[in-house]
């Protein structure tokens, strides 16, 4: 009888372990499966370990001319970051220039930037803080619209306009002009899919003006202009405080802020606007790239 019992002994422990390793392995399948079906919210944990906040769409006045090579330094971040969003402003001759289409560097670089699924291209047009003859304006945007018929290609495009010199004291004939050019833009199919709108009056504009743009850029000053200004706190006079409709560009960023004061500054910025740009160049600021560009990517790229 004591044989008996050893022997029932053993095999009951052999039933524990055998039932062990069977939760081992279902545990462990159940972990191999959570790593394929939900990578996403593996991303957003990462995402919110990073500590920079919401994303932010990179933007660009790209006042560079594209001779060759000219725009690599851009090409080059789009594609090492399909992650990150881009809005680029081309501007051929202060607006789509005299023409029907732009000159041949044009042409061969536009569609090169619009290949790709993470970039929003927008035509640049003066407004002269809604001076200009509206005749005018509406050409450009016309004549931009008309690019990808008088091109026969559909990648020679803009998804939108980009509005400069845009008032920023209410005006109640300027609100109807840059109504009237909001309604033209969103009315265009060659401005498809997006239609996108963005006013530039450098600073914060009367709020009547805000619900006729997609985007307005809300503060176009220096890095010391910046922090004389109380940093992002300046812009929670706001009307809510909205972020998807704000758009900042800063330049004069000096040389010294780099590493993690640069990560601060994004980290910031980020959570105050929709559309940035940071630049360390101090003059020619849209005609080319700064030392810290690729820097400046990656930041608004985690």
């Excluded at 050893?6 to 055998?18: E, M």
Aim: charged share 20%; net charge neutral.
């Amino acid at each position: 009888m004591a044989a008996m019992g050893l022997d029932k002994h053993v095999n009951g422990r052999r039933c524990l372990q055998s039932r062990r390793s069977r939760i081992i392995l279902g545990v462990f399948v159940f972990i191999a499966i959570l790593a394929v079906v939900i990578p996403p919210a593996v991303v957003v944990t990462l995402r919110k370990k990073n500590g920079m906040g919401p994303k932010a769409n990179i933007f660009v006045p790209l006042y560079v001319y594209p001779a060759p090579g000219a725009w690599d330094p851009l090409e080059q971040e789009i594609s090492t970051h399909p992650e990150a969003n881009f809005t680029v402003v081309i501007n051929p001759g202060s607006g789509p220039g005299p023409d029907a289409l732009p000159d041949a560097n044009y042409t061969r670089e536009i569609p090169k930037l619009a290949s790709y699924d993470n970039v929003r291209l927008l035509g640049y047009v003066a407004t002269t803080w809604a001076k200009r003859n509206i005749s005018a304006v509406r050409r450009d945007i016309e004549t931009y619209a008309q690019w990808p018929t008088n091109s026969s290609n559909p990648k020679i495009a803009v998804r939108g306009i980009f509005f400069d010199e845009a008032p920023q004291q209410y005006d109640e004939d300027a609100l109807s002009y840059l109504q009237e050019l909001t309604t033209l833009v969103k009315s265009l199919s060659g401005l498809g899919p997006d239609k996108f709108v963005v006013h530039n009056p450098g600073a914060i504009p009367d709020s009547r003006y805000m619900s006729t743009a997609d985007s307005t850029v809300v503060f176009e000053e220096s890095y010391d202009t910046f922090n004389e200004r109380n940093g992002t706190k300046q812009f929670e006079v706001l009307p809510n405080n909205n972020r998807s409709q704000l758009c900042i560009v800063i330049h004069s960023v000096p040389d010294q802020v780099e590493g993690s004061k640069l990560k601060d500054l994004v980290k910031k910025l980020r959570k105050t606007a929709d559309e940035i740009f940071v630049t360390h160049l101090t003059t020619d600021y849209y005609a080319n790239f700064g030392g810290r560009w690729g820097e400046f990517v990656d930041w608004m790229a985690k």
